[in-house]
Protein backbone atom coordinates (compact mmCIF):
# COMPACT_ATOMS: atom_id res chain seq x y z
CA UNK A 1 0.00 0.00 0.00
CA UNK A 2 1.61 3.43 -1.19
CA UNK A 3 1.70 6.13 1.72
CA UNK A 4 -0.76 8.86 1.40
CA UNK A 5 1.05 12.28 -0.12
CA UNK A 6 1.81 14.51 2.78
CA UNK A 7 1.57 18.59 2.54
CA UNK A 8 5.06 18.64 2.65
CA UNK A 9 7.82 17.20 3.98
CA UNK A 10 10.20 17.96 6.94
CA UNK A 11 13.73 16.96 7.04
CA UNK A 12 16.04 17.04 9.93
CA UNK A 13 19.72 15.89 10.03
CA UNK A 14 20.86 14.52 13.28
CA UNK A 15 24.32 13.63 14.95
CA UNK A 16 23.86 12.75 18.49
CA UNK A 17 21.20 15.63 18.81
CA UNK A 18 18.93 13.16 21.30
CA UNK A 19 18.36 16.10 23.65
CA UNK A 20 17.40 18.81 21.41
CA UNK A 21 15.15 16.60 19.21
CA UNK A 22 12.72 15.84 22.42
CA UNK A 23 11.87 19.31 22.65
CA UNK A 24 11.39 19.53 19.09
CA UNK A 25 9.40 17.23 17.77
CA UNK A 26 6.38 16.84 19.66
CA UNK A 27 6.15 20.77 18.53
CA UNK A 28 6.62 19.73 14.93
CA UNK A 29 4.19 16.92 15.64
CA UNK A 30 1.35 19.52 16.99
CA UNK A 31 2.28 21.87 14.73
CA UNK A 32 2.49 20.50 11.59
CA UNK A 33 0.19 17.17 12.02
CA UNK A 34 -0.16 16.59 8.09
CA UNK A 35 3.62 17.16 7.29
CA UNK A 36 5.91 14.31 7.20
CA UNK A 37 9.01 14.69 9.60
CA UNK A 38 12.04 12.51 8.83
CA UNK A 39 15.26 12.26 11.14
CA UNK A 40 18.36 11.24 9.47
CA UNK A 41 20.05 9.40 12.40
CA UNK A 42 23.75 10.22 10.81
CA UNK A 43 25.88 7.45 12.97
CA UNK A 44 24.52 8.55 16.08
CA UNK A 45 26.15 7.06 19.42
CA UNK A 46 23.11 8.28 21.81
CA UNK A 47 19.54 8.03 21.71
CA UNK A 48 18.75 9.63 18.80
CA UNK A 49 16.51 6.51 17.17
CA UNK A 50 14.45 5.86 20.58
CA UNK A 51 13.59 9.46 20.50
CA UNK A 52 12.20 8.71 16.84
CA UNK A 53 10.70 5.92 17.97
CA UNK A 54 9.08 7.88 20.90
CA UNK A 55 7.28 10.42 19.14
CA UNK A 56 6.34 8.49 15.61
CA UNK A 57 8.75 9.90 13.32
CA UNK A 58 10.45 8.53 10.46
CA UNK A 59 13.73 7.46 10.83
CA UNK A 60 16.71 7.43 7.84
CA UNK A 61 19.37 5.43 9.81
CA UNK A 62 23.42 5.72 8.43
CA UNK A 63 25.30 2.92 10.07
CA UNK A 64 28.30 5.71 10.47
CA UNK A 65 28.69 9.54 10.19
CA UNK A 66 28.72 10.31 6.44
CA UNK A 67 28.49 13.92 6.90
CA UNK A 68 25.59 16.99 7.19
CA UNK A 69 25.33 16.92 3.59
CA UNK A 70 24.99 13.24 2.65
CA UNK A 71 22.46 13.21 5.70
CA UNK A 72 20.55 15.68 4.07
CA UNK A 73 20.74 13.72 0.47
CA UNK A 74 19.35 11.00 2.46
CA UNK A 75 16.73 13.03 3.44
CA UNK A 76 15.62 14.41 0.18
CA UNK A 77 15.19 10.67 -1.00
CA UNK A 78 12.93 9.97 1.84
CA UNK A 79 10.84 12.86 1.58
CA UNK A 80 7.01 12.00 -0.45
CA UNK A 81 5.75 15.54 0.23
CA UNK A 82 6.15 17.90 -2.91
CA UNK A 83 8.06 20.70 -0.95
CA UNK A 84 11.10 19.96 2.04
CA UNK A 85 11.66 21.94 4.84
CA UNK A 86 15.47 21.33 5.94
CA UNK A 87 15.97 22.11 9.48
CA UNK A 88 18.87 22.01 12.07
CA UNK A 89 18.03 19.58 14.65
CA UNK A 90 20.10 21.21 17.21
CA UNK A 91 17.31 23.49 18.54
CA UNK A 92 18.50 26.98 16.34
CA UNK A 93 15.57 27.10 14.21
CA UNK A 94 12.09 28.05 15.29
CA UNK A 95 9.23 25.94 14.02
CA UNK A 96 7.00 28.89 14.04
CA UNK A 97 9.03 30.59 11.07
CA UNK A 98 8.26 27.36 8.72
CA UNK A 99 5.07 28.81 7.24
CA UNK A 100 6.74 32.21 6.51
CA UNK A 101 9.03 30.28 4.23
CA UNK A 102 6.36 27.99 2.73
CA UNK A 103 4.18 30.99 2.11
CA UNK A 104 7.10 31.92 -0.52
CA UNK A 105 7.17 28.68 -2.11
CA UNK A 106 2.90 29.51 -2.39
CA UNK A 107 3.92 32.89 -3.78
CA UNK A 108 6.09 30.90 -7.20
CA UNK A 109 9.69 30.54 -5.50
CA UNK A 110 11.28 27.29 -5.73
CA UNK A 111 13.35 28.05 -2.67
CA UNK A 112 13.20 30.00 0.20
CA UNK A 113 16.19 30.55 2.33
CA UNK A 114 15.50 31.53 6.40
CA UNK A 115 18.47 34.09 6.25
CA UNK A 116 20.02 34.53 9.88
CA UNK A 117 20.37 37.89 11.20
CA UNK A 118 21.91 40.03 13.66
CA UNK A 119 19.81 38.94 16.35
CA UNK A 120 20.92 35.39 16.23
CA UNK A 121 23.15 33.83 18.40
CA UNK A 122 26.56 32.98 16.39
CA UNK A 123 30.16 33.75 17.48
CA UNK A 124 31.71 37.17 16.04
CA UNK A 125 34.02 35.07 13.59
CA UNK A 126 31.27 32.96 12.41
CA UNK A 127 29.34 36.18 11.61
CA UNK A 128 32.02 38.03 9.77
CA UNK A 129 32.75 34.58 7.45
CA UNK A 130 29.35 35.04 6.53
CA UNK A 131 29.85 37.71 5.76
CA UNK A 132 32.64 37.50 3.44
CA UNK A 133 30.84 34.17 1.58
CA UNK A 134 28.21 35.95 1.42
CA UNK A 135 29.78 38.95 -0.35
CA UNK A 136 31.81 36.41 -2.96
CA UNK A 137 28.31 34.36 -3.78
CA UNK A 138 27.17 38.16 -4.41
CA UNK A 139 29.56 38.49 -6.93
CA UNK A 140 29.90 34.79 -8.70
CA UNK A 141 25.73 34.89 -8.95
CA UNK A 142 24.84 38.38 -10.00
CA UNK A 143 22.26 38.46 -7.44
CA UNK A 144 22.13 39.59 -3.88
CA UNK A 145 22.56 36.59 -1.28
CA UNK A 146 21.55 37.44 2.39
CA UNK A 147 22.42 34.06 4.07
CA UNK A 148 24.91 31.68 1.93
CA UNK A 149 25.34 29.19 4.61
CA UNK A 150 21.73 28.80 6.26
CA UNK A 151 20.95 25.50 6.58
CA UNK A 152 16.49 26.61 6.96
CA UNK A 153 15.19 26.21 4.04
CA UNK A 154 12.19 25.25 2.15
CA UNK A 155 12.36 24.04 -1.72
CA UNK A 156 10.14 22.38 -4.30
CA UNK A 157 11.54 18.24 -4.07
CA UNK A 158 11.90 17.97 -7.88
CA UNK A 159 14.01 20.95 -8.30
CA UNK A 160 16.08 19.86 -5.08
CA UNK A 161 16.95 16.43 -6.37
CA UNK A 162 18.22 17.39 -9.56
CA UNK A 163 21.71 18.61 -8.16
CA UNK A 164 21.77 15.67 -5.54
CA UNK A 165 25.17 15.16 -7.43
CA UNK A 166 26.82 18.10 -6.80
CA UNK A 167 25.95 18.37 -3.42
CA UNK A 168 28.92 17.41 -1.05
CA UNK A 169 28.82 14.90 1.67
CA UNK A 170 30.01 18.24 4.35
CA UNK A 171 28.42 20.95 5.99
CA UNK A 172 28.61 22.92 2.62
CA UNK A 173 25.82 21.95 0.94
CA UNK A 174 23.37 25.29 1.13
CA UNK A 175 26.46 26.59 -0.47
CA UNK A 176 26.59 24.41 -3.70
CA UNK A 177 22.63 24.46 -3.34
CA UNK A 178 22.40 28.03 -3.31
CA UNK A 179 24.57 28.87 -6.17
CA UNK A 180 23.00 25.94 -8.15
CA UNK A 181 19.59 27.11 -8.29
CA UNK A 182 20.46 30.60 -9.49
CA UNK A 183 22.37 29.08 -12.25
CA UNK A 184 19.78 26.83 -13.07
CA UNK A 185 17.36 30.29 -13.02
CA UNK A 186 15.35 28.96 -10.35
CA UNK A 187 13.70 31.55 -7.93
CA UNK A 188 15.16 31.81 -4.64
CA UNK A 189 13.53 33.93 -1.24
CA UNK A 190 15.18 34.81 1.83
CA UNK A 191 13.47 35.31 4.64
CA UNK A 192 14.43 36.84 7.50
CA UNK A 193 14.88 34.39 10.46
CA UNK A 194 16.65 34.49 14.20
CA UNK A 195 18.28 31.67 14.83
CA UNK A 196 18.69 30.57 18.80
CA UNK A 197 21.28 29.39 20.27
CA UNK A 198 21.91 25.72 19.81
CA UNK A 199 21.16 22.57 22.17
CA UNK A 200 24.79 20.53 22.65
CA UNK A 201 28.16 20.80 20.95
CA UNK A 202 28.29 22.24 17.16
CA UNK A 203 30.28 19.59 14.95
CA UNK A 204 31.83 22.45 12.95
CA UNK A 205 35.07 23.64 13.59
CA UNK A 206 35.86 27.21 12.40
CA UNK A 207 39.28 27.24 11.10
CA UNK A 208 38.63 23.90 9.58
CA UNK A 209 35.50 24.09 7.97
CA UNK A 210 36.24 27.84 7.12
CA UNK A 211 39.02 27.24 4.79
CA UNK A 212 36.36 24.18 3.04
CA UNK A 213 33.39 26.65 2.76
CA UNK A 214 35.54 28.94 0.83
CA UNK A 215 37.33 26.34 -0.90
CA UNK A 216 34.03 25.16 -2.11
CA UNK A 217 32.90 28.64 -3.07
CA UNK A 218 35.88 28.76 -5.17
CA UNK A 219 34.90 25.04 -6.70
CA UNK A 220 31.35 26.21 -7.79
CA UNK A 221 32.80 29.97 -9.38
CA UNK A 222 34.12 27.25 -12.01
CA UNK A 223 31.05 25.41 -11.89
CA UNK A 224 28.48 28.46 -11.95
CA UNK A 225 30.65 31.67 -13.21
CA UNK A 226 34.15 30.61 -14.31
CA UNK A 227 35.29 33.72 -16.48
CA UNK A 228 34.16 35.77 -13.15
CA UNK A 229 37.16 34.03 -11.27
CA UNK A 230 38.89 33.22 -14.27
CA UNK A 231 38.99 36.69 -16.12
CA UNK A 232 40.61 39.23 -12.68
CA UNK A 233 43.03 36.95 -12.24
CA UNK A 234 44.06 36.91 -15.87
CA UNK A 235 43.96 40.94 -15.48
CA UNK A 236 45.93 41.04 -13.17
CA UNK A 237 48.40 39.02 -14.74
CA UNK A 238 48.31 41.03 -17.52
CA UNK A 239 48.95 44.18 -15.73
CA UNK A 240 52.08 43.03 -13.47
CA UNK A 241 53.59 41.43 -17.28
CA UNK A 242 52.80 45.14 -18.52
CA UNK A 243 54.16 47.05 -15.95
CA UNK A 244 56.78 44.13 -15.22
CA UNK A 245 57.73 45.33 -19.15
CA UNK A 246 57.58 48.95 -18.52
CA UNK A 247 59.68 48.81 -15.74
CA UNK A 248 62.74 46.66 -17.16
CA UNK A 249 61.96 48.52 -20.84
CA UNK A 250 62.37 51.73 -19.14
CA UNK A 251 65.75 50.97 -17.13
CA UNK A 252 67.57 48.56 -19.68
CA UNK A 253 65.61 48.39 -23.04
CA UNK A 254 65.16 44.75 -22.46
CA UNK A 255 62.20 42.46 -22.54
CA UNK A 256 62.62 40.17 -20.05
CA UNK A 257 61.43 36.26 -19.18
CA UNK A 258 59.88 37.16 -16.33
CA UNK A 259 57.64 39.42 -18.81
CA UNK A 260 57.06 37.01 -21.13
CA UNK A 261 56.07 34.53 -18.73
CA UNK A 262 53.60 36.62 -16.81
CA UNK A 263 51.73 37.76 -20.24
CA UNK A 264 51.62 33.99 -21.60
CA UNK A 265 50.02 32.69 -18.14
CA UNK A 266 47.57 35.88 -18.28
CA UNK A 267 46.63 34.72 -21.55
CA UNK A 268 45.81 30.93 -20.67
CA UNK A 269 44.09 31.62 -17.26
CA UNK A 270 41.97 33.71 -19.29
CA UNK A 271 41.48 30.95 -22.05
CA UNK A 272 41.05 28.14 -19.49
CA UNK A 273 38.01 30.54 -18.18
CA UNK A 274 37.05 30.34 -21.31
CA UNK A 275 36.79 26.84 -21.90
CA UNK A 276 35.42 26.43 -18.31
CA UNK A 277 32.47 28.85 -19.68
CA UNK A 278 31.52 26.45 -21.91
CA UNK A 279 31.78 23.35 -20.33
CA UNK A 280 29.51 25.04 -18.05
CA UNK A 281 26.87 26.14 -20.72
CA UNK A 282 26.62 22.58 -21.95
CA UNK A 283 26.39 21.00 -18.64
CA UNK A 284 23.42 22.92 -17.78
CA UNK A 285 21.91 22.61 -20.86
CA UNK A 286 21.89 19.05 -21.02
CA UNK A 287 20.59 19.36 -17.31
CA UNK A 288 17.52 21.26 -18.41
CA UNK A 289 17.15 18.54 -21.47
CA UNK A 290 16.79 15.97 -19.37
CA UNK A 291 14.11 18.11 -17.03
CA UNK A 292 12.03 18.39 -20.00
CA UNK A 293 12.36 14.77 -20.72
CA UNK A 294 11.31 13.63 -17.05
CA UNK A 295 8.77 16.17 -17.26
CA UNK A 296 7.07 15.13 -20.70
CA UNK A 297 7.32 18.64 -22.07
Known amino acids: MTPATPEFSIVLPARNEAAALQGLLPVLRERFP ?3 IVVVNDGSTDDTSA ?13 YSVGNGGAVKSGARAARGPVIVFMDA ?34 VGRSLANRVYNRLATYMTGQRIDDLTSGFRAVRAERFREFLFLLPNGFSYPTSITMA ?17 RIGRSHIRPLRDGARFLLIIFKLATLYAPLKLFAPMAGLGFLAGAGNYLYTYTHSGRFTNATTVLLTTSVLVFLMGLISEQITTLLYAAASRD ?7
Not at 51 to 63: D, L, M, N
Not at 182 to 195: C, K, L, T
Not at 291 to 297: A, E, K, M, P
Request: charged content about 30%; hydrophobic content about 35%; some cysteine.
Open 90 to 123: DGQHDPADIPRLLARIDQGFDMAVGARGDGSQAS
Open 34 to 36: RAQ
Open 291 to 297: RRRTDGL
Open 181 to 197: FFRAGYGVAYEPIVAAR
Open 51 to 63: VCARHGVEEVRHH
